[in-house]
């Protein structure tokens, strides 16, 4: 959804387009974003130093490399910017869940990637608050939740001034997962 959400907000054009996305993992997102819109400069980041090796070889693989530069970062710490769109898929799974996920997710996906803390919010919750003052005016903070965090996500944004929360995009099953937030 992150990426349908982006490309909504930012159609196609020749707009040069600054993107951070967060957590970047494999760089899936990034490397997505950079396709769909050639004007876009893509930095993506990981605390992860094995992530950022596998995101830096699927960048290249898929031809993106003169637009998509990845750094080792925690979160938005040490990073420049601004720009117009931040995106993310943090880890926001609550530590007391460990055990209910898929074996296959369990024992495969680095916990690093995968939980957020007792609650699922602290890295969301340093994501919102270094975000603002990274964005645009008008930039946009887009970045996928947990089931029931909404009430907590609309409380974080509430907390940032210069953050709106704009909309909740729901999953198939009708279950606010994206939150999509603006520098105003």
Known sequence: MVIEIALELFPAGD???TVADVCTGCGCIA???AHERTA????ATDISEAAVQIARR???SHGVADRVRVAQADLLVGIGGPFDLIVANPPYIREQERTLLQREVREHEPSLALFGGPKGMDLIERLVAQAAPRLNPDGYLIFEFAFGQDVEIEEAIAGVPALRLLDFRRDLQGIARTAIARRV
Do not use: S, T
Request: net charge positive; proline share 0%.
């Open 15 to 17: 707009r040069r387009l």
């Open 31 to 33: 490397v997505a974003l």
């Open 40 to 43: 876009a400069h893509v930095l």
């Open 58 to 60: 699927n960048v290249v």
